[in-house]
Every structure is written in structure tokens, then in C-alpha cells.
């Protein structure tokens, strides 16, 4: 999310003139898009903004702009922090960058962390890839999970409308790209604000609605979306994803604990049970689907036993990747204040346990890829290898192969190559282009 907000921040820049800076230390403006989500992202900032700092003494021309989620979560009392600062903006003011500026340009130091209704976007993103791009679907986040300052600083809900997404992926494959990730924070949400109920009463605008409204695009190959929330996953979507021959086998579903009595102090909503019967549904249907997660350890509480429920969950369903962290409390959130936080030491064992079984797990599950052929799309140039490209299988495996084909023929970025299997790794696969 804040990756398709910097491109389109970016994209603002870019319409006003300005040109990327060859060094951080060079710019004459500076734009720090930041991550609250654990503390250690916060506190990188801090380090970034005082260097900043310390050039716009000499340089008083110098633009300094914090946006995203610390500039909303800390608001004014970042410019107390850092006087040296022009703007704080927060993420739903990306699209507002332009006028933002315009008011420092006035003399003013502002901050705008205000509630904002994103209205339509029409904003062009700088984007880092030609081929695959991220669409915005719903912005902001209903939930209340315990240990999550997204709501606070993303706020509520707004889906944009299908017809304003079709057109901006219709716009998209005329570029070139080939590729869309539909995005949100809790992308099963989509629609709750939009009106409409079918003439069966069943509530119109969700995720699977969109999902058939923007499959006729032509021009793109492969849909994604992320994140999904298992309170909200339905049969009906697995369904359509089934049935959608652009949607790609990939699930991005974080089950967060492995226990019972932790989810609910994470007030997730669902059980590991309803977890499971997702997995099943989704295998039935899609056998050799892949499916990530999130997970989170030494949660306020969080027993050695409950610990070992998230381990062996993660060997029952055998993901493909799964992002681990330790809990980290943070700021307005209820488990932040709650008394039995859990010593450092205890986090730095139970994380390390995990990511062995996380990377032990990755290996094993990408060993069925040795020997067969994948259709992968190609992203680019390997920066480490010029002779190779790299690109993603359907099921998001990172994978390399020879830019030169059978008989001369050379592949570029956007084409779907099939390659054929030869080197697997934990995180990633090598082939042989076959055609
Ligand atoms: S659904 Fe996701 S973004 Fe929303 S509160 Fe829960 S963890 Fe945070």
C-alpha cells in the first residue's frame, strides 16, 4: 500500500517539473513516505530525518516532507520534533501533494492529517515497473485488531467506484502493463460502502463482483488482489477465482495465530478452524494454489503452548510464504497498554524458531516446482545477471531465466515465457526458457 502511494506521490512530482535526484543527500526536496507498523520502521525515519535536518540549516531552500502513517500518527508533534520540517502529510492526502506544496511554497509550515475523502484519483503514478502495477481498490480499514495502528492512521473505509477501476486497468494495459494487484487494506471489504443490493437481496459491489466487472480487460493476463481478511473470504470468491482465468493461484491470506483464545484477544473474528476450511476450499478447487501469510509472535499473553499452535499450523498447511514478525506494541492501540507483555528475549526465541520453520517450509513447498514447466511473466533484467531475466509464475515465485531462447529467439519484459524448472531455493526458482 504505501509502495502505490509513493508512486503516485511520485507522479505528482514528476507533473510538477521535478526530476529524481541522483543522491538522497542531493535533492532539493526530500519526501519520506513512512511505515508505523512496527517500531523499528518508525524509528529508521528518525535517523533519516535528522541528516536531513542538519543540510536544510545551510540550505534553507531545502523541501522537507514527512507523509504515510508516522506524519498522521504523530501529526504536530513531529514538527516539534524536527522544526526543519516543511510538510506532514498523512496517507489520505497523497493525491493532495501538489496543493500541499503549494502552501509551503507560500511560506507556511503545514500539516494535514485531517479525516480526507479521497474522491476519485487522478493522480498518474511514477511506476516502478512498466509491466506489473498496483490498483487501489478500497483505502483505509474498518477492522479493529488489537495490535494494529493502521485504522487509526489509514482511516475508514472508501471503495473507489468499479467503473473508475476498469477504466484506470483499461488505461494500464494501453501502457503496456500486463499485470494488476487490486489493493486494500482489507480488500474483502470492498464494496461495504458502495450502494447497491441485487434483486436476489444480496448486497452488490463486492470483491467477487469486481473481480468479474474487471476480467474483460484486454490487454491484462494476470489479476491479483491483497490483503485478505478470513473473517471476510467467501466460497464465492474462491470460486470466481477458480473460474477467472486471469486470476492467478495466489492467496495472500495472514492468519495472524495459530490459537484460538489468541485471535480473539486479537479481536481477527475467525477461529484456526474457519482458517482451515478456507485452505480446504481453496485446494479443492485449486490444488496446487500458493498460499502466504502473515503471523505475528509473542503476542501480549501468548503462552510457549499457544506458540507451538501457531508452528503447527504453519506445518499443517504447508505455506509458501509466510511474513513473520514478533509483536511490537504501538501507539493507540489497545494491546499496547495491556500488562503481560512478553520480555524481548522470549520474542527473539519464538521468532527465530518460526522463521527456521518458515524457510524449512518455503524449501520444501517449492521443491514441486523442480522439473516443471511454469508460465512466468517477465519483469525485467536480473541486476545481477544482464544475460537473464526475472519474472513471477502465476503463483508469485520469483524466477530466473536465460534472456536468449531455442533457435536465437530473445524474450523481453512482458512476454509469458514458459520456462521449465531446473534450480530451486527457498525463495526462488531458476529455468530454461522453452519457447
Ligand atoms: S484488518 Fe488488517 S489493517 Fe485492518 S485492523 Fe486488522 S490487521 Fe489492521
Not at 90 to 116: F, M
Request: charged fraction near 25%; include cysteine.
Amino acid at each position: 500500500m504505501n509502495k502505490a502511494d509513493s508512486e503516485r506521490m511520485a507522479g505528482i512530482l514528476q507533473s510538477m517539473g521535478y526530476q529524481q535526484a541522483s543522491a538522497e543527500l542531493e535533492a532539493d526536496l526530500v519526501l519520506y513516505n513512512t511505515c508505523t507498523i512496527r517500531d523499528n520502521a518508525e524509528q529508521k525515519v528518525y535517523s533519516y530525518l535528522g541528516r536531513q535536518a542538519r543540510r536544510k540549516r545551510s540550505n534553507p531552500h531545502l523541501k522537507l516532507v514527512v507523509a504515510g502513517c508516522v506524519a498522521q500518527q504523530e501529526g504536530e508533534a513531529l514538527l516539534r520534533r524536527v522544526p526543519e520540517l516543511d510538510l506532514v502529510m498523512g496517507p489520505q492526502h497523497a493525491n493532495r501533494l501538489e496543493l500541499l506544496l503549494t502552501q509551503v511554497d507560500s511560506g507556511k509550515q503545514v500539516v494535514a492529517t485531517d479525516d480526507n475523502k479521497i474522491l476519485e484519483d487522478v493522480t498518474i503514478p511514477r511506476r516502478d515497473s512498466k509491466i506489473c502495477a498496483w490498483v487501489n481498490v478500497i483505502y483505509g480499514c474498518n477492522e479493529r485488531c488489537t495490535y494494529c495502528v493502521v485504522p487509526s492512521v489509514r482511516g475508514k473505509e472508501q471503495s473507489r467506484q468499479p467503473e473508475a477501476i476498469h477504466m484506470e486497468m483499461q488505461g494500464l494495459a494501453a501502457l503496456g502493463f500486463r499485470e494488476i494487484t487490486l489493493l486494500g487494506q482489507n480488500i474483502d471489504a470492498y464494496g461495504r460502502d458502495l450502494p447497491g443490493i441485487t434483486a436476489e437481496g444480496r448486497r452488490q459491489n463486492t470483491l467477487t463482483d469486481l473481480l468479474h466487472h474487471v476480467h474483460d480487460v484486454e490487454g491484462i493476463e494476470r489479476i491479483r488482489f491483497a490483503t485478505s481478511h478470513p473473517r471476510y473470504f467467501t466460497d464465492r470468491l474462491i470460486e470466481a477465482c477458480a473460474g477467472l482465468p486471469k486470476l492467478c493461484e495466489h492467496f495472500h491470506i495472514p492468519f495472524q495465530s495459530g490459537d484460538n483464545n489468541v485471535l480473539k484477544a486479537m479481536a481477527r473474528g475467525y477461529t484456526v478452524e474457519r482458517y482451515r476450511r478456507i485452505i480446504d476450499r481453496i485446494r479443492e478447487l485449486m490444488p496446487d494454489a500458493a498460499i502466504s501469510s502473515d503471523v505475528i509472535v509473542a503476542f501480549p499473553g501468548e503462552t510457549d503452548d499457544q506458540f507451538r499452535q501457531t508452528l503447527k499450523l504453519i506445518e499443517q498447511v504447508g505455506f509458501d510464504q509466510v511474513n513473520t514478525a514478533a509483536y511490537s506494541p504501538r501507539p493507540n492501540t489497545p494491546a499496547a497498554t495491556w500488562p503481560n507483555q512478553l520480555p524481548e528475549a522470549v520474542k527473539v526465541e519464538r521468532l527465530q524458531e518460526l522463521n527456521a520453520l518458515v524457510e524449512n517450509t518455503a524449501r520444501q513447498r517449492n521443491a514441486r516446482y523442480d522439473g516443471r514447466v511454469e508460465e512466468v511473466l517477465a519483469e525485467g533484467i536480473n541486476p545481477k545477471d544482464p544475460d537473464q531475466l526475472m519474472g513471477r509464475t502465476r503463483s508469485n515465485r520469483l524466477t530466473f531465466f536465460a534472456a536468449k531462447g531455442p533457435e536465437g529467439c530473445s524474450y523481453s519484459p512482458g512476454d509469458l515465457v514458459d520456462v521449465r524448472i531446473d534450480s530451486v531455493r527457498s525463495f526462488s526458482l531458476s529455468g530454461t526458457p522453452l519457447r
